[in-house]
């Protein structure tokens, strides 16, 4: 089961996805109590991020949902 992305991690994640993929990604928090973040660049969701922990240890799982209209457009 995942667990809920705190507001310090949500900063951490979203330096390090910047400096790995894009300076231009956010990361926000749902306003609702729920276990995922999304990542935005500009004013799309790209996709969402879950916190897990398992057996003591915190894992992150970036999620994208690539629609098969938007590659029509590449």
Known sequence: MADVVTAEEAQKLQSFL??????????????RADECAEIYLDQEC????QKIVDEGETSFSFEITILDIDL???
Do not use: A, D, H
């Open 46 to 49: 790209l996709g969402v991020v």
């Open 18 to 31: 910047q400096g790995k993929l894009n300076p231009g990604l956010v990361v926000q928090r749902r306003q």
């Open 72 to 74: 029509e457009e590449v």
